[in-house]
């Protein structure tokens, strides 16, 4: 009896240990150009080429050295793991005022568009300190896409 518990403890552990290997997640691109691949293999056909850096994506699995990723437009597909990097940009989902300081009181910098990438410098609370092309300053964390911890 004792054998049996043992044996299904450990299928049970090995069960939700492969679960576990899927975790959700949000990373960025680490380059310029990264191929999306069909399939978890260098083998597999190229399905879409990424073109810009720091894109955040999500990890939805993983295949040894392959992530299995989504993007915001909910286009998936397989990218080798020397392409993306730990989350250290967003997306916004609403237009957005960039702020001097973490303030709604403080100089506004810039109207900022719906659909703009934002790369991170540190957040804190409701607020996130981001830099995009010229300009750097404060914006408010909610409706964005990708990570802010």
Sequence with gaps: MIKKIAICALYLSVLFGQFSIAEEKFLSLKKNKVNVRYGPSFDSEIKYIYKKINLPIKQIDRKENFRRIVDLKNNSGWI??????????????????????????????????????????????????????????????????GSIK
């Design 80 to 145: 080798h793991v020397s392409q993306v990097k730990k989350s250290n940009s967003i997306i916004i989902l609403e237009d957005k005022i960039l702020y001097k300081k973490p303030s709604n009181f403080s100089k506004p910098i810039a109207k900022l568009e719906k659909g703009r990438l934002l790369v991170l410098k540190k957040c804190e609370n409701i607020w996130c300190n981001v830099k995009t092309d010229d300009y750097s300053g404060w914006v408010k964390t909610e409706n964005i896409w």
